[in-house]
Each structure stands twice: as C-alpha cells, then as structure tokens.
C-alpha cells in the first residue's frame, strides 16, 4: 500500500488542478500529519449527488464541497467526495483561483481523515490554522 492516491472523475465539470498536483498535495499532508501508509481515493461528483450523500450521511440537507469517509485508521484508507462545481462557485465567492480553492478542500478533506474535526468554534480555528499552513507549504508558490 504505502502511499496511494487515485482519482474518479464521476462529474461532468473537471477537477480545476491537475491530478500529479492534487495528488502529491494529499500526500505531503499525510506525509506531515505523520501517516506513511495510506490509500486515499478522491471521487468527483456532481453538486446534486454530494447534496444527497450529505443529506443521506449527515442528515444536512445542503451543497457541499468535500464529504471525508475514513474507512480504516491502520493503515490509513479513506475517500474524499468532491464537487467540482460547488469548488468553483466558492472560490468565485471567497475571491480565491479554483485551483487554490480545490487545494485547500483537498487539504480539509485530508485532516478529517486524520481525525480533524471542524464543529466548534476551537475545532473551525485549528482545522483553518492547518488548512493555511498547509496551503503555504504545499501549494503557495
């Protein structure tokens, strides 16, 4: 296993950073958060479907960027579920590249497949603290 990361294009908008770039972004942080072996799959899907796995799995009727599953702990297996359309729309909104904004979902996702969580106010500060850290080290050039 290692370190492996693969990619599924289920939606009809296109991921807005190359896979090579995307990839190695997920491992560094994995790398950093002190995971060696691990399988990440990331599955693009459409704004609709991630609505309704979010609705389905989380009982949150509401678009979405990023769903995080982890799978096992040892060694670490998990699947991130993004919406490229939803990435878009957000970066447009929060003056940031689609590029720049799908790292930083890549990174978010990543961190709550390492245990991260973001439901309070504390826990919102330190995933963000690790999300700019992060982008900085890994994707800021």
């Given amino acids: 296993m290692k ?9 009809s908008v296109a991921i807005p950073l190359d896979e090579d770039d995307a990839g190695r972004i997920v491992i560094s ?4 958060l002190g995971y060696s072996e691990f399988s990440v799959n990331i599955i693009s899907l459409e704004d609709e479907a991630l609505r309704e796995m979010k609705n389905e799995y989380f009982h949150e009727d509401v678009y979405t960027d990023v769903i995080s599953f982890t799978i096992e702990n040892e060694p670490l297996e998990g699947e991130l579920y993004v919406s490229p359309e939803r990435i878009k729309f957000n970066a447009e909104k929060f003056g940031q590249t689609p590029e720049r904004e799908f ?5 978010h996702g990543v961190c709550h497949l390492c245990g991260y969580e973001d439901a309070t106010e504390e826990e919102k500060n330190n995933m963000t603290k690790l999300e700019n850290r992060f982008l900085t080290q890994y994707y800021d050039k």
Avoid: P, Y
């Fill in 3 to 11: 370190g492996h990361v693969e990619f599924f294009q289920e939606s």
């Fill in 103 to 107: 790292a930083r979902i890549m990174i």
């Fill in 29 to 32: 942080v994995l790398k950093d």
